[in-house]
T-cell receptor, first 114, second 115 residues
Framework: SQELEQSPQSLIVQEGKNLTINCTSS?????LYWYKQKYGEGLIFLMM?????EEKSHEKITAKLDEKKQQSSLHITASQPSHAGIYLC????FGTGTASKLTFGTGTRLQVTL | NAGVTQTPKFQVLKTGQSMTLQCAQD?????MSWYRQDPGMGLRLIHY???????DQGEVPNGYNVSRSTTEDFPLRLLSAAPSQTSVYFC??????????????FGPGTRLTVL
């Protein structure tokens, strides 16, 4: 959706390197959800951010929501081959406070080389 | 718990045929949604439901019907299949846990081809 821009579209990084994926909207991100999708499979929920300035981490993945609540970033530290896949951001742009009606970015395809 | 299940995994239809994509969840989630995923376009919301008996349209509802007679099931009906409906369809269910936390799961998807 053009309402949610995700960058870069694809990324190839060497194992052990850090990387950042961005998700930007001109609208308020009432809730921002990050997912990982393995090729040909369903989406796996990673993290959800709701408050401006919020930051969450799980293992080597950190997600942040800016103070204005219009941009989020996903940072992977010391990438591993297991991090390869498609990363998608989904946003509650309607203020439902739920994950029932999300608008998604087009995804970032991540490859991790040895 | 089986989580979110979708059937079938693959389906080929001819133009004009109708069919129902099944989605079920066993987590007592209030919210359920149907998305389609097309190359270069991300996921787009077709229909969603905030509880049994309550459904609403998403971004791309034309050509699809839904109903939610039980909390567990949320079938998606294609009324008269068209080649433009060739896509991968995902069902999702979720429950807000409060305090900014949510529990959400996606099904494995149904890959549909319309000839």
């Amino acid at each position: 959706s053009q309402e949610l821009e995700q960058s870069p579209q694809s990324l190839i990084v060497q194992e052990g390197k850090n990387l950042t994926i961005n998700c930007t909207s001109s609208k308020t991100l009432y809730g921002l959800y990050w997912y990982k999708q393995k090729y040909g499979e369903g989406l796996i929920f990673l993290m959800m951010l709701q408050k401006g300035g919020e930051e969450k981490s799980h293992e080597k993945i950190t997600a942040k929501l800016d103070e204005k609540k219009q941009q989020s970033s996903l940072h992977i530290t010391a990438s591993q081959p297991s991090h390869a896949g498609i990363y998608l951001c989904g946003a509650d742009l309607f203020g439902t406070g739920t994950a029932s009606k999300l608008t998604f970015g087009t995804g970032t395809r991540l490859q991790v080389t040895l | 718990n089986a989580g979110v299940t979708q059937t079938p995994k693959f389906q080929v239809l001819k133009t004009g045929q109708s069919m129902t994509l099944q989605c079920a969840q066993d987590m007592n989630h209030e919210y359920m949604s149907w998305y389609r995923q097309d190359p270069g376009m991300g996921l787009r919301l077709i229909h969603y439901s905030v509880g049994a008996g309550i459904t609403d349209q998403g971004e791309v509802p034309n050509g699809y019907n839904v109903s939610r007679s039980t909390t567990e099931d949320f079938p998606l009906r294609l009324l008269s299949a068209a080649p433009s409906q060739t896509s991968v369809y995902f069902c999702a269910s979720s429950l807000p846990l409060g305090g900014g936390r949510t529990e959400q799961f996606f099904g494995p998807g149904t890959r549909l081809t319309v000839l």
